[in-house]
């Protein structure tokens, strides 16, 4: 039963409403500084917290509720007979609810030239100290910490009757620790930033905590067990179709959608992805053509697999792919009529997202977790600096770009085969670059596709000359690659012996 609340806000929007619920349940409200001077100008009839305690705020407000009277009435166990006998010896009333939100610190230090004196003065104390408090006696004490929380804490408090389920408060609870967590987790990357990595680009350290925690039905096999933490990933994906996914989906979606946001604003651009690789890619005049010269890469390992594109899908194209088992497909957008053909089966994934630029991504391993910047560069058109004796024309230029682009998002070691803006073989994941090329060159002659005046994008640099004869003796007529090897003249010295031309981008792709 909620008799008595305490309430401390810093942000007011949808105070007033909320304490006057509470007011018409007749819950006593206690309250200090700007809350209890907003309410009193509305009406309400507010007990001072420093009436509580017989001490007044001091330091501009610094010690407010840092009181045991304040902090005796939320902690009390009230099965506990000691605590009980503490209780009416020292004249504790019991606090019910609490009701704080913080003082904005992240807010604060994202803005620019925000001095430290500044910052430090918005590390709550008191009010992160009250929350703690109350959700360590979850049994007895409900503690809300956004305004946000307003509307389901009134519908569960009147359904109840004013008996919050344990169950219900134990939620709250959750909510608050994980609150302050992410507030801790600002306050020591600020701190970071500020003294240990003033001489380097701070790469922000995401705070789990934060995100939401969405159960899968296993993980990569059956008998692992996974979540999906999310972010902002239900802004950037919005399932329109199709049966929940699952873990490996999830991994393949995120490979799609680092692909595609390189062509966010090119030429109508289709994209394949099989078990976290591209299997083909195009860029055409528009979706339908980029669809096809796309699967003619390789029209066997699309088959379960995923297809995104970088605008929206029209019903022609939706006619095509429906021949195929996909099992998700990504745009941007979908034609109607392209959404209604393609719902006809019912566990192929439709899925609209939105462009957003990701700066940071990291992995677990053993023993502690890698973060990285996000791979976001690469080589423009007109700023290749190439090495050899022979150089591409124009369009030989831009397919390089484009070969670049799509071996950055293939295993490594990638070679990738391009001409016309579309890739006509891609070797990946093997230990040796020559093995990458055989593979390619292998599946190009599967599908019966000609490299002769091809352009050729590595993804590192060659170590030894052998992998350059290799792609040369494929047809290919010119190579990307980032160079940087000790052996780079002899590399050079080959191409030139063969006729290729061959740009060094010192911009290296691996993807491991």
Request: aromatic share 10%; with cysteine; glycine share 6%.
């Amino acid at each position: 039963m909620i008799k008595r609340a305490l309430i401390s806000v810093y942000d007011k929007e949808g105070i007033i409403e909320f304490a006057q619920d509470l007011r018409n349940a007749e819950v006593e409200i206690i309250s200090t500084g700007g809350t209890y001077k907003l309410l009193s100008e509305n009406g309400f009839e507010i007990t001072k917290v420093e009436d509580i305690t017989d001490f007044p705020e001091i330091l501009n407000g610094r010690v407010k509720t840092l009181h045991p009277k304040i902090f005796g009435g939320i902690l009390s166990d009230r099965g506990n007979d000691e605590h009980n006998s503490d209780s009416e010896k020292h004249g504790l009333g019991m606090i019910d609810l609490v009701v704080v939100n913080l003082y904005p610190f992240e807010d604060t230090v994202m803005k620019e030239n925000v001095t430290e004196e500044e910052a430090v003065e918005q590390i709550d104390i008191g009010g992160i100290t009250l929350i703690r408090a109350a959700a360590k006696n979850f049994k007895h004490v409900n503690v809300i910490v956004s305004k946000y929380q307003y509307e389901e804490y009134l519908r569960t408090f009147k359904q109840t009757g004013n008996n919050i389920p344990l169950e219900y408060s134990r939620m709250l609870a959750y909510k608050a620790f994980k609150t302050t967590s992410h507030y801790d987790n600002e306050i020591k990357n600020y701190y970071y930033k500020n003294i240990f990595d003033k001489e380097s680009d701070f790469i922000d350290v995401p705070d789990l905590n934060s995100f939401e925690s969405t159960g899968l039905r296993y993980g990569e096999n059956p008998h692992q067990k996974a979540v999906l933490l999310k972010n902002d990933f239900d802004e950037i994906f919005e399932v329109l179709h199709g049966k929940e996914l699952s873990y490996n989906n999830i991994l393949d979606i995120d490979a799609a959608y680092s692909l595609v946001s390189d062509f966010k604003d090119s030429e109508p651009f289709c994209g394949i992805i099989k078990h976290g690789n591209p299997c083909g890619s195009a860029v055409s005049v528009n979706i339908q053509e980029a669809y096809r010269k796309a699967l003619e890469t390789d029209t066997v390992s699309p088959f379960g697999g995923i297809i995104i594109f970088n605008q929206k899908l029209d019903f022609k194209t939706s006619i095509d792919i429906d021949k195929l088992f996909i099992e998700i497909i990504l745009a941007p957008d979908f034609e109607n009529e392209a959404l209604d053909l393609l719902k006809k089966k019912k566990n192929r994934r439709l899925i609209r997202f939105k462009f957003k630029n990701e700066i940071t991504e990291f992995r677990k391993i053993s023993g502690g977790v890698l973060l990285q910047g996000k791979d976001n560069i690469f080589s423009e058109n007109g700023r290749l600096n190439f090495v050899t004796i022979k150089k591409p024309d124009r369009k030989a230029e831009e397919d390089l770009i484009f070969a670049e682009k799509i071996a950055k998002h293939v295993k490594s070691n990638a070679v990738v085969f391009v001409k016309d803006k579309r890739t006509l073989a891609i070797g990946g994941g093997q230990p040796s670059r020559i093995d990458s090329t055989r593979i390619a060159v292998m599946k190009a002659k599967e599908f019966d596709l000609d490299l002769q005046g091809s352009v050729c994008a590595s993804d590192a640099f060659f170590p030894f000359a052998d992998g350059l004869l290799e792609i040369a003796k494929a047809g290919a007529s010119a190579v990307i690659q980032p160079g940087g090897s000790v052996r780079d003249e002899d590399i050079i010295k080959a191409a030139d012996e063969n006729g290729i031309s061959m740009a060094f981008t010192g911009i290296r792709h691996f993807k491991h």
